[in-house]
């Protein structure tokens, strides 16, 4: 809902979509079409809706590098992703379902590949849920109910800010009025955080040995036997695992978050496996969830929407006419680093900037179409950018909070820049025009 005074508009209840948070209690006030205040936003919100705020005259499309009109832009585009034998598509962590599902069917019509940046923060997690299940809830419920929070291998004083004050330690919940005196909050981690500052217990784990300790735990919640030995290679004293495990066998409700920290170390998706199990044991003592603090504003609704739609939540190859799924030969580091790849779509990401040096090496190589709302370090090495409208500021649309809820966005500024749903069907509509333009003449042949 917007309200008015003169020039000024205030967008009451605005999502923000700079992270897995998506907080949509966002007061935005808007003058001249800036964004001028963003109340209830933490630092890293703010810096995304100031940021956001201008057309930053930025050219609304760039053909190798020179300024050019979004109709050549699209239509160079759909020719570049229509006559590749495999192109990859990848990113779309931030921006809206809408868009994604137009990416999603570009790869599907071109016969490639496409994959998300869960691939390279959370997709152990995936694999891991594929495998043994989770036990999940809601943010609200954990708000609501839970007495013991445990973060493991997560720093959300910095990641999250809003995370403890919104959802976890210190919100004020139905039965748990009192805030944080309501609560007892455990970090677990390799090092101090500032999160740890926050936290009632701090547990300094050794580098490397999550699932071991994991396990500990598990096998404590199964009335298994655990010796000093076997808790040694952790630097955790069997003494404390077994206070940590009375504390939460005793909790009314409890929650392990886990972050990058558990499913990008040693172990991987063995170590969200043994998280995810580690839940499920407990409950036969208590109430308790797993849940992974995801990073971008809208990876959880690309996982979402691949999963609905294929079967599988990232590195989904349609080469042969259907969805296959193979971590580590269908995602999108592996791809370009094989040099498999003739051509690249990428939506709202920065690969280039951000990928091992074998797979920006061949990037660097291939014709590459990006969509985003600036340009980057991917977008120098691009034969077409397109300059797209920021989700959640200027589009409307559809994202999934971590805890897969969907969130409805309020528009806060008009943009001169079109989203990027319009510019991906766009291309669909012409990839599938120049498909059939090709058919007779392969016929042919």
């Known amino acids: 809902m917007a309200t008015q005074n003169g020039t000024r508009t205030v967008v009451r209840n ?120 989770k036990v999940a809830a809601t943010l609200g419920e954990v708000k609501n109910r839970a007495d013991l929070l445990i973060y493991w291998g997560s720093n959300p004083a910095e990641s999250h800010p809003r995370h403890l004050s919104r959802y976890t330690y210190t919100a004020r919940g139905l039965f748990t009025p009192n805030g944080k005196r309501d609560r007892y ?61 009375e504390r939460m066998k005793n909790a009314k409700y409890g929650v392990l978050f886990f972050g990058m920290g558990l499913s990008m170390s040693r172990g991987k998706s063995m170590n969200s496996a043994a998280i995810f199990m580690l839940a499920a044991d407990m409950n036969r003592h208590t109430k308790f969830l797993a849940m992974p603090m995801r990073g971008h504003g809208n990876v959880t609704g690309v996982d979402e929407l691949l999963t609905w739609s294929t079967g599988y939540p990232f590195a989904v190859n349609f080469s042969r006419g259907y969805p296959r799924f193979n971590p580590g030969e269908f995602t999108a580091v592996d791809v370009l680093a094989r040099r498999e790849a003739d051509a690249a779509l990428i939506v709202s990401s920065d690969p280039y900037g951000n990928f091992p040096r074998a797979a920006r090496e061949h990037l660097a190589t291939i014709p590459v179409v ?43 500024l008009e943009s001169p820049y079109p989203s990027d749903e319009a510019v991906l069907s766009r291309m669909v509509a012409r990839i599938k025009a120049l498909k059939r333009e090709a058919a007779p003449a392969m016929a042919a042949d």
């Open 370 to 412: 990006i969509l985003d709302v600036k340009p980057n370090d991917t977008s120098a090495i691009a034969e077409v950018h397109i300059t797209t409208a920021p989700y959640g500021i200027a589009v409307p649309g559809t994202v999934y909070r971590m805890d897969e809820i969907p969130i409805r966005l309020r528009v806060a």
């Open 185 to 245: 909050l455990v970090l677990v981690d390799v090092r101090r955080t500032p999160s740890a500052r926050a936290a009632d217990e701090f547990v300094q784990i050794r580098p490397g040995t999550d699932f071991e300790a994991l396990w500990i735990l598990r096998s404590l919640a199964r009335g298994e036997t655990v010796t000093k030995a076997d808790c040694a290679p952790t630097g955790i004293p069997l003494e404390q695992f077994q206070a940590l495990f």
């Open 14 to 133: 605005a999502t923000c979509t700079y992270c897995g948070c998506v907080c949509d209690d966002i007061d935005l006030t808007v003058e001249n079409n800036k964004i001028v205040k963003a109340a209830n936003a933490c630092v890293l919100g703010k810096a995304w809706f100031f940021n956001h705020n201008e057309s930053h005259g930025t050219p609304g499309a760039l053909i190798k590098g020179q300024p050019a009109t979004i109709e050549d832009a699209i239509e160079r585009a759909a020719r570049i992703l229509a006559r590749a034998r495999y192109p990859l598509v990848f990113g779309m962590s931030n921006t809206t379902n809408e868009a994604q599902r137009y990416a999603l069917e570009i790869t599907e019509r071109c016969g490639g590949c496409i994959d998300t940046t869960t691939s390279v923060c959370h997709g152990p997690t995936e694999i891991a849920l594929q495998g043994v299940g």
